[in-house]
Each structure stands twice: as structure tokens, then as C-alpha cells.
């Protein structure tokens, strides 16, 4: 019995040392199909040739080769990983370039991992850390907190552009399609019966966005949203430190520094809306027309961004907190892209914020005395001599 079990061992040992390994795939250190990254990735065999080609560098990366290289010089010492014995790590041009492609196209993960020849926690983790890097190190220049100078500033360009007096920016507020988070219930279903996140922001007259409020659950109402928000505390204690009023252009007649919103928003002293559609007389669909003028910086703000950005197009499937950081990375750099480049309207589709749900209008408030005599004011205004357009009576 000894004899044939000391036989049957040594077979087992002969075979195990004749039979070659088979790694698992769990084993690999890099699969052999990324090993081939530096020869056959995207950025690799791309990028020399793009560099090379202005108009095709803008397509592939939705701004220009001057705006990413200033990206990347400021954004390089976050995301930079040291060289180690094990590899060689990923560069932070390939980083900052996996993370645009990500962005301007929607691509699932998996489906970056294979053009760019990467895992796809590595193309997750590369994309998470370069828009937290992004919004970290750009915000302070290209969205920093409004004060007083950058508001006034704001509502010269905004009566110079849009004949809006004493405006310096246009709110709105957009459903983000997301997936159903985890143990959520339905605190991120909306009214239109999606999950999502809700992203609210003040455009400038250039359409950019002067602050944004990211992160409010689909469900809440657009009253809730709004004074939930961090712009709502801030305007209610005027930590933007605005002047209490300000003459309107032409005129004697003061009246404070202001946003315009639609009819999702409260009529607030600091905040306008549209008289109520119904029985409208003509200075009322006057001032309404104005107001829907000059709202359409936020809108055009939106469209561009999301023709830019396909991913705001499409749900993202990430984690909540990581989608909030995806949606802020888009909103900085549509901005940085603004400030270096200009403002892009042929871009401007109103098909292309069809994936981007507006708030619902809202049901009638009790507005206060002092706002509905501002919004009078502005009425007045708007068909007198000194505030009327030409082409108004003709719109409204």
C-alpha cells in the first residue's frame, strides 16, 4: 500500500514540474493586450499627429492645444505619479487626456480602457482624481467666489449685452441623469421620472458660470432646491457684500444688484421673475420679454457645456459624490475654455440640453412687496424713452 502511494506522489510531482503555469487573470500585474499601451494606445499613435493638426486637436479634445497645455501646466503637479521599480506610470498629459476624452464623449470606462490600452480601475481612478484636480486648482481663477467688483463688473456686461439694467447673472437649474444610487430609495427620482442630481448655476453675460450649486437630490422641488443652496444663504446675507442699490442706467432711479430667473425661482428682491402668464398686458409681455432675453446666457451657458461635454448628455454611472466632481470639472472647464478662447454660440443647440432636464415651474408664491415693486419699476422702465428697444413691441 506504501509502495503504490509513494508511486502516486511521485507521478503528481513529475507532472506538476513538467506542465508549464497558468496565470489566472486575477495574477497579472498588466494584461498582455495593455502591455502593448506605449505602442498601440490611443495617445500614443494619436497625440504626436494631433499636435500637429489645430482643427482636429479641438475635435478630438473640445478646446484648443494653447488651453490644454495651460491646463495641464497648472494641473501636472497633482496628478503626477513617481516613477517606481515595479512601472512606469502614466504621464499627466495621457491623464489629462484620457479624462477630456471621457468628458467630450461619454465612453463607459470599459470602453476607454481598451482604446487607451488600460485597466479600467486605472482609467476610473485616473478620471476621479484629474476632475477633482481639475476643479480644485482652476476654480479659484476661473470661478473664484463673487464679490462686490466681480458682480458690478458682471451687470456692465449684462446691460451692454443684454439691455438688462443691474443684472449681473441669470440663474437656472438642470436635472443631471444619473444611475439609481445605492440603498437611495427615491430621494434622486425626479419628476420626470429619472435619478438625478440637480445642477445649479449663475451665468454672466459671456455665458459663463459666475457660481454653481452641484449635488441636490432629484427629488426635491425647485423651491427646496433653491433654498437649500448655498447662493440662496449667501444672497439672503449678502455675502457677496453688494452695494444696496445702484442707478439705472440713463436714469435716476436706483434699484439693487440682481439675478433674473424663470418661473421656477421665487420673486425675491435680489432675484426677478415673470409676471404670471395669465391676462398679460403689453408693459407685462414686455418685461417678460426682457426677462426671457436676458435668461438666455444661462441657456446658451448649459447648451454650449453640454455639446462640449457628452457626458452630460447621457447617465453617469458612477458613485453620487464622483458624479458631482465629474459635473464640476465639465462647469470649470467651460469657463477656462471661455476666458482663453472665447465664447463659442454656433455651439449653442437647444436639442443639445435635451438630456438636461430644466427645474419644473413652480406654483405661485407669495412674493414680496419690495420685489413686486422692483419688478414694476423695471416695467416702467422697459417702455420709456430711456429703457425701451426697437424691436420690443414687435417680440413681446
Not at 14 to 31: G, I, K, Q, R, Y
Not at 57 to 79: C, G, H, N, Q, W
Not at 308 to 325: D, G, P, Y
Not at 351 to 366: E, G, V
Request: contains cysteine; aromatic residues 10%.
Amino acid at each position: 500500500m506504501n509502495v503504490k502511494s509513494n508511486r502516486k506522489r511521485a507521478l503528481l510531482l513529475l507532472l506538476s514540474e513538467t506542465s508549464p503555469a497558468v496565470p489566472s487573470s486575477s495574477s497579472m500585474w498588466v494584461h498582455p493586450i495593455n502591455k502593448e499601451r506605449e505602442t498601440h494606445g490611443e495617445y500614443h499613435h494619436l497625440m504626436p499627429q494631433l499636435r500637429n493638426d489645430p482643427p482636429k486637436f479641438k475635435e478630438y479634445f473640445r478646446m484648443s492645444a494653447e488651453t490644454f497645455d495651460y491646463i495641464l501646466e497648472l494641473i501636472s503637479p497633482v496628478i503626477y505619479k513617481q516613477t517606481t521599480n515595479l512601472r512606469k506610470p502614466v504621464s499627466p498629459e495621457e491623464r489629462l487626456s484620457v479624462t477630456l476624452r471621457f468628458l467630450a464623449t461619454g465612453l463607459s470606462f470599459r470602453g476607454l480602457a481598451f482604446t487607451f490600452r488600460m485597466g479600467v480601475t486605472t482609467v476610473r481612478m485616473i478620471v476621479l482624481e484629474t476632475c477633482d484636480a481639475l476643479w480644485k486648482i482652476l476654480q479659484s481663477t476661473h470661478m473664484p467666489v463673487p464679490d462686490a467688483q466681480i458682480c458690478k463688473h458682471a451687470a456692465e456686461e449684462y446691460w451692454t449685452k443684454w439691455n438688462f439694467p443691474n443684472c449681473f447673472g441669470s440663474i437656472d437649474g438642470k436635472h443631471i441623469r444619473i444611475q439609481c444610487p445605492t440603498k437611495s430609495g427615491s430621494q434622486y427620482y425626479n419628476y420626470k421620472q429619472f435619478f438625478s442630481l440637480v445642477l445649479q448655476g449663475v451665468a454672466d453675460a459671456r455665458c459663463r458660470f459666475l457660481t454653481i450649486d452641484v449635488g441636490a437630490m432629484g427629488k426635491q422641488s425647485d423651491g427646496g432646491v433653491f433654498s437649500s443652496s448655498d447662493l440662496f444663504r449667501c444672497l439672503e446675507k449678502n455675502a457677496f457684500n453688494l452695494p444696496e442699490s445702484m442707478p439705472i442706467p440713463n436714469t435716476n432711479v436706483e434699484t439693487p444688484l440682481m439675478l433674473v430667473g424663470d418661473e421656477a425661482y421665487p420673486l425675491l428682491p435680489y432675484l426677478m421673475r415673470p409676471f404670471p402668464r395669465s391676462n398679460l398686458n403689453i408693459p407685462n409681455k414686455i418685461f417678460n420679454y426682457r426677462l426671457s432675453r436676458a435668461r438666455r446666457s444661462v441657456e446658451c451657458a448649459f447648451g454650449i457645456m453640454a455639446s462640449k461635454f457628452r457626458i452630460l448628455n447621457k447617465s453617469i454611472e458612477t458613485q453620487v459624490e464622483f458624479a458631482e466632481h465629474i459635473v464640476k470639472a465639465c462647469c470649470i472647464l467651460h469657463n477656462v475654455i471661455i476666458d482663453k478662447e472665447g465664447t463659442d454660440y454656433d455651439l449653442f443647440d437647444e436639442t443639445s440640453t435635451s438630456a438636461i432636464t430644466p427645474l419644473p415651474t413652480s406654483r405661485k408664491r407669495q412674493s414680496r412687496n419690495v420685489a413686486l415693486n422692483l419688478r414694476n419699476t423695471l416695467k416702467e422702465f422697459f417702455i420709456s424713452e430711456q429703457g425701451s428697444l426697437p424691436w420690443q413691441d414687435v417680440m413681446q
